[in-house]
């Protein structure tokens, strides 16, 4: 393979990773939109979603509910 030829197939796969990555960027601002859109949580924890592993967590501590 002459190195012209190389150098060609590594732009294609540089492209081809760069429009995977803005895709999947994408998909991650609509995700945020969305969560944006949902309704405010009254008296609730700070963030997107107060939970992880369906507990509470405050200061690193996490708390069954």
Known sequence: MSEAKAQVDKQQRVAEAAQRALAEAQERRNQQAEAADSPKEID?????????FGDWEKKGVAVDF
């Open 44 to 52: 609730g924890r700070d963030g997107l979603n107060p939970t992880r």
